[in-house]
């Protein structure tokens, strides 16, 4: 399995508080990816980066935003959670190699009430 | 828009039997794509991929089929076990970039 973790695995926080979601990875990989699954619309991508400092925008980024100041941590910041950032977020790693699969994190189940 | 989709939101099949699972897309610059299986409580699992170059890939139980020209691709598991019930999604990745695109999933249930 790819060394990947993230943390905290489960959190409950209030609308309006900031939350920072933790992604890190043990291989090395180039390239780490946020994603958010919800009923009825599978993996949704927010952000990813390309490595050290670079990160873009993927289809579901308002709201959020992030950070990498290391190959191995990536960052998800929540600036204000609301209601409908209730969800599970997973992080992905994958590597330069063509074609890329994308090997997955276990995920946090973030509840905003 | 939608541009990886699965129609089937779920599949029952019974243990030993094929299970035929599809995906449709619409985005003709996909030039690559993946399977993924989920557990409960768990991060998805890269499961078999196809490159857009070929129609065919194995890997054991599993075959992906790719037909480009009806932009369509189809997961078969043979024979079908209690242990594959899980969720499959099907994901498209653009020769533009690294992201992935994935579908809803499919609920596979394999009942002994």
């Known amino acids: 399995d790819a060394g990947i973790t993230q943390s905290p695995r489960h959190k409950v926080t209030e609308t309006g508080t900031p939350v920072t979601l933790r992604c890190h990875q043990t291989?090395?990989?180039?390239?780490m990816y946020w994603y958010r699954q919800d009923p009825g619309h599978g993996l949704r991508l927010i952000h990813y980066?390309?490595?050290?400092?670079?990160?873009d925008k993927g289809e579901v980024s308002d709201g959020y935003s992030v950070s990498r100041s290391k190959t191995e941590d990536f960052l998800l910041t929540l600036e204000s959670a609301t209601s409908s950032q209730t969800s599970v977020y997973f992080c992905?790693?994958?590597?330069?190699?063509?074609?890329?699969?994308?090997?997955f994190g276990p995920g946090t189940r973030l509840t905003v009430l | 828009d939608q541009q990886v989709k699965q129609n089937s939101p779920s599949l029952s099949v019974q243990e030993g039997r094929i299970s035929i699972l599809n995906c449709d897309y619409t985005?003709?610059?996909?030039?690559?794509f993946l399977w993924y299986k989920k557990y409960p409580a768990e991060g998805p699992t890269f499961l078999i991929s196809?490159?857009?170059?070929?129609d065919k890939n194995e890997d054991g139980r599993f075959t992906v089929f790719l037909n480009k020209s009806a932009k369509h691709l189809s997961l078969h598991i043979v024979p079908s076990q209690p242990g594959d019930s899980a969720v499959y999604f099907c994901a498209a990745r653009s020769m533009a970039g690294t992201a992935l695109i994935f579908g809803k999933g499919t609920t596979l249930s394999v009942s002994s």
């Open positions: 291989e090395n990989h180039r390239y």
């Open positions: 196809i490159s857009s170059i070929k």
């Open positions: 992905a790693i994958s590597g330069t190699g063509f074609p890329n699969e994308q090997f």
């Open positions: 985005n003709s610059m996909f030039d690559y």
């Open positions: 980066s390309y490595g050290v400092k670079d990160t």
